[in-house]
């Protein structure tokens, strides 16, 4: 019997660490799925930005002013998706307008944001890059 009691204090206080190693797991998991749960908002967002772009472009009668419009619709709609972008690109292929009438074309939109992962992980960045293809009227004058 004695040998039973002297075996439970040496376990005493056992709990409390395990609580311990328990509860730092269980918090590093939650913070990735948080960090998870960003980074797919993010990665959905720039897709509408690229898709926003490539739709915008692919409405303009000529390249020209399909590359301005473009770009000035993934600002505006980066903006409006209030991505905390470091730095972003948006690159539109507008080489579909050179195809002659009657041929099938497009308008491609290339999107890159570079974001911060959160303050936890310093000054870590994440680049996210989306592609977007628009089809451009194939009677439409050009």
């Given amino acids: 019997m004695r040998h039973l009691r002297h075996l439970a204090r040496e376990e005493r206080g056992n709990a409390v660490v395990e609580g311990a190693v328990y509860l730092t797991g269980l918090v590093l998991l939650v913070g990735?799925?948080?960090?998870?749960?960003?980074?797919?908002?993010?990665?959905?967002?720039?897709?509408?930005?690229?898709?926003?772009?490539?739709?915008?472009?692919?409405?303009?009668?000529?390249?020209?002013?399909?590359?301005?419009?473009?770009?000035?619709?993934?600002?505006?709609?980066?903006?409006?998706?209030?991505?905390?972008?470091?730095?972003?690109?948006?690159?539109?292929?507008?080489?579909?307008?050179?195809?002659?009438?009657?041929?099938?074309?497009?308008?491609?939109?290339?999107?890159t944001c570079s974001m911060p992962l959160g303050s936890l992980l310093g000054s870590t960045t994440i680049t996210i890059r989306s592609t977007a293809t628009s089809p451009i009227d194939s009677w439409r004058a050009r």
């Fill in 32 to 111: 990735l799925i948080i960090l998870g749960g960003r980074l797919a908002l993010a990665r959905q967002a720039l897709n509408h930005v690229a898709f926003q772009a490539a739709r915008t472009a692919s409405l303009q009668r000529d390249a020209g002013t399909a590359q301005t419009e473009a770009q000035s619709q993934a600002a505006a709609t980066l903006a409006n998706q209030h991505l905390t972008c470091v730095s972003s690109s948006t690159s539109v292929d507008v080489s579909g307008f050179g195809a002659p009438l009657g041929e099938p074309a497009s308008v491609t939109a290339m999107t």
